[in-house]
């Protein structure tokens, strides 16, 4: 292919927002709040928005795909995606359900991206033991990967149902499915799954330099060869806030990203957030946090960098105030995105 | 002192980030773990360039200074004949994705790297690369810092102190030294040293008010002056 075709997307976890007054958004205001923005970015343009599922109290998301099937009666063209589905607390069979049926209502514009969940709240809350954390994943993408092809599944696990002959409906029309990749860590092991499953992967990097990642890609590709499977797209997932004013947008990131990276940090061993190390993660690494042009500088460099096809922003982190979130929503689809497809050349649009 | 050879046993997320940092700090490395040498190798030549692949009896064997990777449940599968004289560093903990949501190894009067000591009598065994998660490892030396950050230590082996500074400070981290290995408990989760990835001096701060936090009462609580 000479015309090689990028996707931009937007995430959220539905991070509870602020009010432009300061007043903090509730859990069911900051929902319709996600609503509005994918509705917005369906009208920029925006090829997609992807909502993480969580269950704790920074997070307004526990179920996407109601979130998604709000958005797919509401908008025009913008895929609807997760960004993740942990199925390994999951039933395979009742994610499927819920898919198929928002593919129908979506006419196909819904995507799924699985994962391990690096969050592991869902585990006790659905009564999965965290011990089998590598197990329960292996055997539901298994089952996952069955269930895609429509066919009457027959099936038996050590951690799921023991399915004869059993069909699961909605059904997908004939020829169609529902469009899966994987999301990825740091782990060499995930990534060998995804190119075994022939997903393609989305590798979150959200710290640190992101040419550090570069040997994973690589070894995507490597594997892809190796087992005589395709070699798909790479998607990357980061931080960001894109402001006309490049202090102004520093200022919010220390402020909100800095707080939900310590929160989540305190439950996961890590370290609360330096300046130093802050503003490297601007400078340097991960954090896409500035003006238009230096986000659409960076995004594009990297990725170039990584060979990414897909690149999706995380809005909205630890919140923020609602004007905070729009202009970073306009600022990416009016600005960033026609200015990173420049500067990749050659970008056409599907 | 003459050059060493690191062997990194275990090859996930950790191991094969520890086997960057070694190459990187131009030790010769060796990597192992369960997977068979053919499969492993084609994931460490990309993702470690330069680390030999190799088996963990051969590694054992021909490396100087061995990093546990390893979940440490897996520790009980150590041959201790095979790790006698051995240099060990510990960088496992306790986590219940791999090792169980009931922690039946290691408690606040026995620390985990002290449970690795006892199973490894013949080896020195120091606690090592594990208060830092694996991506701030490599993110904090990769960037550089103005200051390198702390990397704390315990070990009950006065000789190999030197050997454990040198493996520290050449893969990019400025080595404290925590005293006897039962002062490891200090690094482990729970801790609010474990996850620091912070300059000395700071560390030292957090470190000198540790027992008036929850977890040092915890410890004081069980360990009465023992620890102190």
Partial sequence: MTNTTYQFGLNTFGD??????????TGAESLRQVVAEGQLADRLGIDLIALGEHHRSEFAISSPEIVLAALAATTRNIKLGTAVTVLSSDDPVRVFERFSTLHALANGREEIMLGR???????????????????????????????????????????????????????????????????????????????????????????????????????????????????????????????????????????????????????????????????????????YVGTPEQV???????????????????????????????????????????????LLGGGADA | ???????????????????????????????????????????IDTLAPGAVTTTASELIAGADVIILAI????????????????????????????????????????????????????????????????????IEVDRKPTVPRAMAYATDHDEIRPVVEQVVSRFGFAPLDLGPLRFGLLLEPGSPLFGEAIPTDEFRDKLAAIYTSPFGQKVIAARGGQIQ
């Fill in chain 1, 16 to 25: 509870l927002a602020f009010n432009d007054d300061g007043t903090p958004m």
């Fill in chain 1, 117 to 287: 969940g690096s969050f592991t709240e869902s585990f006790p809350l659905y009564g999965y033991d965290l011990e089998n954390y590598n197990e329960l994943f292996e055997e539901k993408i298994e089952m996952w990967e069955k269930l895609l092809t429509g066919e009457p599944m027959n099936w038996e696990g050590k951690f799921t149902q023991k399915l004869t002959d059993t069909t699961v409906y909605p059904k997908l029309p004939a020829g169609e499915t529902i469009a899966t990749s994987l999301a990825v860590g740091g782990s060499p092991e995930s990534i060998i799954r995804a190119a075994y499953y022939e997903l393609p992967v989305v590798i979150a990097i959200i710290g640190g330099e992101p040419t550090r990642f570069r040997p994973y890609v690589d070894l995507y590709h490597k594997a892809a060869k190796q087992m005589n499977k395709p070699d798909l797209p790479l998607g990357m997932h980061a931080h960001g806030i894109i402001l006309d004013d490049e202090e102004e947008a520093k200022e919010v990131g220390w402020k909100y990203i800095k707080a939900e990276m310590d929160r989540i940090g305190i439950d996961r061993g890590w370290a609360p957030m330096t300046r130093d190390r802050f503003e490297f993660e601007i400078d340097k690494g991960s954090y």
């Fill in chain 1, 296 to 342: 659409a500088q960076k995004i594009a460099k990297n990725m170039q960098a990584l060979d990414m096809q897909r690149f999706d922003l995380v809005y909205g982190t630890g919140g923020q105030l609602l004007h905070q979130r729009t202009a970073t929503i306009r600022n990416y689809a009016q600005k960033v995105i026609p200015r990173v497809k420049e």
């Fill in chain 2, 1 to 43: 002192m003459p050059d060493i050879t690191i062997g990194i046993l275990g090859a996930g997320k950790l191991g094969s980030t520890l086997a960057r940092l070694s190459m990187h700090a131009g030790f010769a490395t060796l990597i192992a773990s369960r997977r068979p040498v053919s499969q492993l190798k084609w994931v």
């Fill in chain 2, 71 to 138: 979940p440490l449940s897996h520790y009980r599968d150590l041959d201790p004949d095979a790790f006698a004289g051995k240099t060990v560093l510990d960088a496992t903990n306790y986590w219940v994705e791999v090792d169980g949501t009931v922690n039946e190894i290691s408690t606040l009067t026995h620390s985990s790297s002290e449970v690795i000591q006892d199973w490894l009598p013949a080896s020195k065994v120091a606690k090592a690369f594990n208060h830092m998660g694996y991506h701030d490892l490599e």
